[in-house]
């Protein structure tokens, strides 16, 4: 189960998060289960594999906003440089920080 520490010990800045969930714990640690399943990331994964930038962007630009609301810091910091080399059309290899974002991801679903 996560809890707030597991989060803190993550990285994520837990007193921002729960600032903005009214600092109702219960809440914010909800959201936080449904930001780690939410179809963005699969949505992010297909797009980079088909080189669809469109796609991409729309996707790491959803996860960037999900993300930095609950203070998943490092987890947001991967999705928030990938949207911006996405917004720009930046014809690069995403595998790399893909892979980054969706290994810690696993690392919190871990301790679900």
């Known amino acids: ?4 520490q597991n989060l803190r010990d993550f990285g994520a800045d837990v007193d921002d998060g729960l ?3 009214m600092n109702n714990e219960a809440f914010y640690l909800r959201l936080v ?3 780690l399943s939410d179809g963005n990331f699969d949505k ?3 797009a ?19 993300l930095a609301n609950l203070s998943l810091t490092p987890l ?3 999705a928030s440089e990938m949207c911006e080399y996405l917004r720009s059309r930046t014809q690069m ?3 790399p920080m893909l892979e980054e974002l969706l290994s810690k991801r696993e690392e ?3 301790l679900a």
Do not use: N, P, W
């Open 1 to 4: 189960m996560i809890t707030v």
């Open 19 to 21: 600032s903005r969930c």
């Open 33 to 35: 289960g449904m930001a």
């Open 44 to 46: 992010l994964k297909t």
């Open 48 to 66: 980079v594999e088909a080189g669809d930038l469109d796609a991409g962007f729309e996707a790491s630009h959803a996860l960037k906003g999900i």
């Open 76 to 78: 947001q910091k991967v």
């Open 93 to 95: 290899d995403y595998a």
């Open 108 to 110: 919190l679903q871990k």
